[in-house]
Each structure stands twice: as C-alpha cells, then as structure tokens.
C-alpha cells in the first residue's frame, strides 16, 4: 500500500434471535447479500452502492444486494410471514425483516409522460436521491471511475439525461408530501469541461428549495476554482459530498484515474472550504473498502477526514451492472467489521457523528453500517482548528498564558513559525479551551517540532494538556515525522516525562526563563486499528 503523500448515536447493540448484535448482522448482509423470492427486485445500475434492496431491521434502513453471482452463496435468506419477513441465517431465524415498499410518488408522470422515478429514486427508507446529469466527461475520455456505472443508466432507460430545476422540484414535492421523504442528494457525471456542472446543481437546488424546502446535500468533485463551491452555499444547500473513495495512491489511481489527478493537496482544500461554508459535519466524502487497499488505510484516510470536520462514509464495495467491477466481490464481513470499529472510534474521538448531518448519503445510512458502530461522542475532543474562529480562539489563549499569565512576552508571542503551523485544539462542549502547534522543519530529516501547549486555567483539570501532547505525537507520526522534539519549560519536564518524553542534551535558557529539549517517544502512539 502506498498512502497518498501530503503527505446513530449511541451505538446499536439491539440482540437479534441468534445472539449477535444489530451493527454485526447489517455487515454480514451488506457484505454477502439476501437471497430473496424473485417478486422482491431492486436497484440494479447508477453512480453510487446500487444493485440492492432496502429493507428495514428494527426500524433501521439497510441496502442490502440482492441480485448479484455473489448472492447465490450467501447463508441468507427470506421466509414470509403473515407479519411480513424473517431473515434466515442458515436456515434459523435470527431477525424480524420488511421491505422498503415502492414509494407512491413513482406512479406519477410529469406532462412531457416522463415517470418520476426515471427522474429521482427512494433511498434508504426517506431521502430522494437523483444523479441531475448521467453523463460523464471521464467516460468520454477513458477515464471513468471503475466501480461507477453511471451512462448505463442511460442505455436501459431507467433514467434521463438531464433532469430540469423544474423536474427536480416537482418530484421533489410529491416525495415529500407522498411518501415522507425527509432530505434529498444531488449528484452529477462531471461536466466538459470540468466543474460546469456546479452552477447548473446549484440552479436545480434553488428551484428545490423553492418548492419543497427540504435539506439538501449536493455531491461534487472538487473544482479548480474551489470559488464555485459558494454558488452551492449560496443556493441554500446545507450539506455537500466531496468523494475521494481512496487513500492509497496506487489504488485510486488505478480505480479513478481522474479523481487521483485532482491530488489530495487539492482534495483538502476542498474539504477545508466545504468545512468553513457548510460546518463541521456537513461535509462528507466515500471511501470504498474493497478496492484493493489495505484497512489501515481506510483509518488512515478516516482520521485524516474526520480530523478536518468531515465525515468519512465507509462504504463496502458493491459491484454494479455495467461497471468495470460488476464481476467483483464485496469485502468480507470481518474485515468490514474491523474497519467499522476503528473508524467508529476515530468519530467519537473528533466529535464527528451521523446526527449531526443534516442531508446526504451518511445521514441516510442505509449503504454503510458505519453508524450502527458510532458511540456517544467524548467530551473532550482533540482536532485541527477547523476555522478561522477556532484558530483565533487558540491564539487568545496562548496570549492569555505567555503574556499575560507568564510574562514570557511582552505584547504577543506570535512569530514565523505560526503562518506554517497545525494548530490543534483541545474544546469541550463545542468551546475551546487549549491549543497546541506542530510545524515541520526545514531540515530535510522528517523533523517537527511542537510548542505553544496552552490551556485555560480554569479547565486544566480537564487534563487537556495530556491529550493536546498525546494528538500532536499521533498528528505528527501520520505527516512522516521521524524525529518530534519541543522546548519544555524546566517545571513542566516532569509532565512531558510521564508522557514518554526523553530530555536531549542540558537545560538551557530561553526567553530568560530555563528550557530543557525533549524528544518524544513516537513508538508510543496507538494505531487506528489493531492487526
């Protein structure tokens, strides 16, 4: 594996009849499919997880496949019952099961005879999603996404090419008002030239809005000019998809030539943006487990997303009709459910949860069984400043220790090293109330340096501190860093000890006040995932 170089709440542990727990069994399905009675059919083409059918398992929506070669094999099955279903495992019982029913809103047609369900689909059990334009430019160029089938859509007629603002809101309406539809998702093929198709999403999403006044999430690849994102903002959406579906180079490359192209630099800038526009947990982005990459990937991918406010929505691979992966497998469930646990516990450690969401794919759920594994997400939570109220929050506590507390300076103790800084910050309650900074050096030798841990004196015993040190260590192992050292205080020595710091050469003094140079023991940092 080579890693790209930039380098519902609560948890569900309902009990099903064979003794497993509710997030286990989703994972088993949506890996190894249902085999269902022929009069149950499905989604079996499109641009995102498709060929599948969503059900309901204590209330839970879940798309599961259920017509793929794969399928014949699995140890599910459906039994009917006056009451509706029970989902077999081997031929036991282990769980009551519906099915999603068609919603009415499909038996209606617009003027020109078009059917609404060519022009926007059911997913989950209440969100309406529509691909607004089936064609794609990188399918023009050879360079289409392999796991998308996006154009052959278009060839069987389950769809149109371009669905008018009016078409949109229309439909729009009828599945609100009809079948309760609760939130809608807007994608896109990539138009020619690229980022085209985003004032058009952007007009559709105003005439949405208009109409039906339902949150919106809008899915895009990012723009060259990352200005355009503001025309989606502008448009009343509340929630956007930017999609990198894999950290690791080579498999994306391979996977989405085009979407490696754009690059991860520009990928963050992206999501950055999105995060100031649309807040932290309004952003999101797939990534596909089963393309080939490794699961210490996938939570390496997930940190770094949900470091920067944006909800990494693992999904397993499911093979699509029409696509370059249509004769693939899913993942195999246990991996999935290492994946799951790992990122599972990343979300609750950056107060990042499904929610919060107000619109898109992770709020729907029903692809991913991601949000069965979240857990009430700590108290006090460690992450990047991930907005310009944020940072100058970090800077007016640093002010408030080093100049006016400790007198180390006289008006500021800002310098150089800021502008090229992580600043991290420690917030309880959505409030911050400690900062630390890590910068890499210049010195070619994979060297960082941390500096500037500071917390509000009234929450010290939140033991910020410990765990602002403890994030810069693992912030800094996942940039590369070989080599982690910091200026300390002589009183605070013992403090960074306890945390496996190791002191390097004597104590000096520095600002008029003696500092020892400490390194830390970078072998301490837990991994994301145990192996």
């Known amino acids: 594996m080579r ?100 919603p009415r809103f499909y038996s209606k047609s617009t003027d020109e005879g078009i059917s609404y369900r060519q022009i926007a689909l059911l997913h989950g059990k209440d969100c309406l999603a529509t691909t607004v334009l089936q064609r794609c430019v990188h399918w023009k160029r050879s ?52 980022g085209s198709e985003i004032p058009y999403l952007a007009q559709c999403a105003r005439a949405i809005k208009a109409e039906a006044n339902i949150p919106l999430q809008v899915q895009i690849a990012p723009p060259k000019d990352l200005g355009l994102i503001d025309e989606l903002k502008d448009a009343g959406v509340e929630s956007i998809g930017i999609h990198i579906e894999s950290f690791d180079a080579d498999i994306l490359l391979k996977m989405a030539p085009a979407k490696a192209a754009i690059g991860l630099n520009h990928y963050e800038r992206a999501w950055k943006k999105a995060v100031q526009l649309f807040g932290v947990n309004q952003v999101s982005s797939f990534i596909i487990a089963g393309l080939g990459e490794t699961i210490t990937s996938i939570a390496w991918g997930s940190e770094f997303l ?70 009430k997400e700590e108290d006090l939570i460690c992450h990047s400043a991930r907005n310009p109220d944020e940072t100058s929050e970090a800077f007016r506590i640093r002010k408030q220790i080093f100049v006016n507390e400790q007198g180390l300076f006289d008006k500021s103790d800002r310098d150089e090293n800021d502008q090229n800084a992580i600043h991290l910050v420690a917030t309880q309650n959505e409030k911050v109330i400690g900062t630390v900074r890590i910068y890499k050096t210049d010195t070619g030798l994979d060297h960082w340096v941390g500096g500037r841990l500071a917390v509000e004196k009234n929450s010290r015993s939140t033991h910020a501190g410990t765990a602002l040190v403890k994030e810069a260590m693992k912030r800094v192992q996942k940039k590369g860093c070989r080599v982690f050292t910091a200026h300390i205080q002589e009183k605070n020595v013992p403090f960074f000890s306890e945390l496996g710091w190791k002191p390097v050469g004597p104590v000096k003094s520095h600002l008029g006040h003696p500092h020892q140079k400490m390194e830390a023991n970078l072998n301490l940092v837990p991994k994301d995932i145990q192996i």
């Open 306 to 375: 949900a470091d920067l406010g944006v909800y990494p929505f693992v999904v397993p691979l499911r093979p699509i009709p029409g696509s370059s992966l249509k004769r693939s497998t899913p993942p195999h469930p246990d991996m999935m459910k290492q994946v799951y646990e790992a990122v599972g516990k990343i979300l609750q450690t950056k107060g990042i949860a499904t929610h919060k969401i107000l619109a898109g794919c992770a709020r729907c759920g029903a692809c991913s069984a991601l949000s069965a594994y979240e857990n």
């Open 143 to 194: 360079q289409k996404c392999k796991f998308c089938a996006t154009e052959s859509s278009l060839s069987n007629n389950h769809t149109i090419a371009r669905k008018t603002p009016g078409q949109l809101a229309q439909v729009a309406r009828a599945a609100r008002d009809m079948d309760g539809v609760t939130h809608m998702i807007l994608t896109s093929g990539i138009g020619d030239p690229p």
């Open 3 to 102: 890693r790209i170089s930039h380098t519902p709440q609560g948890g569900t542990t309902a009990v099903n009849a064979a003794g497993g727990t509710l997030h286990h069994l989703i994972t088993e399905i949506q890996s190894l499919g249902i085999q269902v009675q022929k009069d149950i059919t499905g989604r079996n083409g499109g641009a995102g997880p498709a060929e599948g059918r969503a059900f309901l398992i204590n209330g839970v929506p879940v798309s599961v496949p259920i017509a793929a070669d794969y399928v014949l094999t699995s140890p599910f099955t459906l039994k009917e019952t006056a009451a509706g279903y029970l989902l077999l495992k081997n031929g036991k019982p282990i769980s009551s099961l519906h099915v999603v029913p068609e």
